[in-house]
T-cell receptor, first 112, second 113 residues
Framework: AQTVTQSQPEMSVQEAETVTLSCTYD???????LFWYKQPPSRQMILVIR??????QNATENRFSVNFQKAAKSFSLKISDSQLGDAAMYFC?????????FGQGTRLTINP | DAEITQSPRHKITETGRQVTLACHQT?????MFWYRQDLGHGLRLIHY???????NKGEVSDGYSVSRSNTEDLPLTLESAASSQTSVYFC????????????FGPGTRLTVT
């Protein structure tokens, strides 16, 4: 069974600094997708970034980038120039076909 | 704009009652999903549907049922609510599988007393 682990229940960072959220997953598949979702206090789930496992190049979306290490089954999210609006729960998720499996989440606090 | 809505946003019910949570999407997506979110577990898949008349069990389906009579709606029913079903419930939809983005509704907070 696929599992996703986020080992950091909480993280904090100073505004304008860089922070990295960790995620590891377990799978025997070679073709899959990985996602980071953001959940602000409004509870809305917002897609931050997506990575296809067959692509070696790390995905980037503006201030958000990932470090995808397929052999190590690691998928970390780097947030550069952190902003107050980045404060939220962040969930890593694995998907193959219909099944989307989430990690337990990391609560990110931004200190002004 | 297309959207996905859930109702009610908050619900309090008593143990043993039947409860139905509504999910409606205007994306015209074939694929719809129900998740529950609990502290320490992230989101877990309850049921999902690939299209009209299609329903499938997810990871935590016991005590829940769904039906899909049209493309837009996937209601989630708790046949006999239990305190263990107190949670936040999210509905989602996607145009395809695998790498397609799932769009989430705003969630329903259900409390079973």
């Amino acid at each position: 069974a696929q599992t996703v682990t986020q080992s950091q229940p909480e993280m904090s960072v100073q505004e304008a600094e860089t922070v990295t959220l960790s995620c590891t997953y377990d799978t025997s598949e070679s073709d899959y997708y990985l996602f980071w979702y953001k959940q602000p206090p409004s509870r809305q789930m917002i897609l931050v970034i997506r990575q296809e496992a067959y692509k070696q190049q790390n995905a980037t979306e503006n201030r958000f980038s990932v470090n995808f290490q397929k052999a190590a089954k690691s998928f970390s999210l780097k947030i550069s120039d952190s902003q107050l609006g980045d404060a939220a729960m962040y969930f890593c998720a694995y998907r193959r076909a219909q099944k989307l499996v989430f990690g337990q989440g990391t609560r990110l606090t931004i200190n002004p | 704009d297309a959207e996905i809505t859930q109702s009610p946003r908050h619900k309090i019910t008593e143990t043993g009652r039947q409860v139905t949570l509504a999910c409606h999407q205007t994306w015209n997506h074939n694929n719809m999903f129900w998740y529950r979110q609990d502290l320490g577990h992230g989101l877990r898949l309850i049921h999902y549907s690939y299209g009209v008349q299609d329903t499938n069990k997810g990871e935590v389906s016991d005590g829940y049922s769904v039906s899909r009579s049209n493309t837009e709606d996937l209601p989630l029913t708790l046949e006999s609510a239990a305190s263990s079903q107190t949670s936040v419930y999210f509905c989602a939809s996607s145009a395809g599988l695998a790498g397609y983005e799932q769009y989430f509704g705003p969630g329903t907070r259900l409390t079973v007393t």
